[in-house]
């Protein structure tokens, strides 16, 4: 069984992110769900929003995925994973996310650790051609 992961970030950010992955690996739309958090939503909106989205899917181990430490849609995010089998990790880039999906199939700590390897390792300078 597949790890889920769920990305809660500012809108647009979680579904642009999440476009992006699917670009990449098509066959995975159902096992990345991904949750905007309106700047007009209260957080009460948003853990709600979460909650829909989530309806009717099986419990299971998640990955969630989420922009900035301390703003609303981490906060939420928190919310939303007390009691569930959740890893949180802000930052999330590009190169977080598509390793994360690549390696979903593996245990959560060992997913946690790639996640967070792809996101460090995505961030480089380049410099422009001579």
Known sequence: MNNRIFIVAHAPLAQALKACAMHVYPEC???????????DDSPEQSLQAAAQLWSGIPEGDV??????????????????????????????????????VCYRH??????????????????VEISPPV
Do not use: C, F, H, Y
């Open 29 to 39: 739309a159902q096992e990345v769900l991904a949750l905007d958090v309106q700047a």
């Open 63 to 100: 990955l969630v995925l989420t922009d900035v430490l301390g703003a609303t849609p981490a906060n939420v995010a928190q919310q939303w994973a007390r009691g569930r089998q959740a890893k949180i990790i802000a930052g999330v880039n590009l190169p977080m996310l598509l390793r994360s």
């Open 106 to 123: 593996e245990p959560m700590a060992g997913l946690v650790q790639r996640a967070m390897t792809g996101g460090a390792l995505g961030v």
